[in-house]
């Protein structure tokens, strides 16, 4: 899910303040609130954290940098596809 939000932020965003104008208070509801509360930080967080608790520092660590990347990777073609259209 955190892929999936980062794509819809990315594609969001740049809907909200480049395409159309939408106030700032309602932006924010939308991309920080409704897509802020889709994605699963702290689910990615706990299960990093269980991985190194059990000992699994590479996995642990692969699992926060892998979701990072794939998060900003998906917000990127958001953001390319928002202008592209």
């Known amino acids: 899910m955190n892929v999936t939000g980062s794509f819809l932020l ?4 740049v809907l909200l303040t480049e395409r ?3 106030s700032p208070w309602l932006r924010s509801a939308l ?3 409704f897509i802020g509360s889709y994605t699963t930080f702290s689910t990615l967080s ?3 954290y269980r991985l190194a608790e ?3 520092w590479g ?3 692969a699992n926060v940098v892998g979701s990072m990347a794939a ?3 998906a917000l990127y073609v958001g953001v390319v596809i928002a ?3």
């Open 10 to 13: 990315g594609l969001a965003f």
């Open 71 to 73: 998060g900003l990777a």
């Open 54 to 56: 059990d000992g699994a």
């Open 31 to 33: 991309t920080i609130g």
């Open 83 to 85: 202008r592209a259209i």
């Open 20 to 22: 159309m104008a939408v």
């Open 59 to 61: 996995l642990a660590a």
């Open 46 to 48: 706990l299960e990093s």
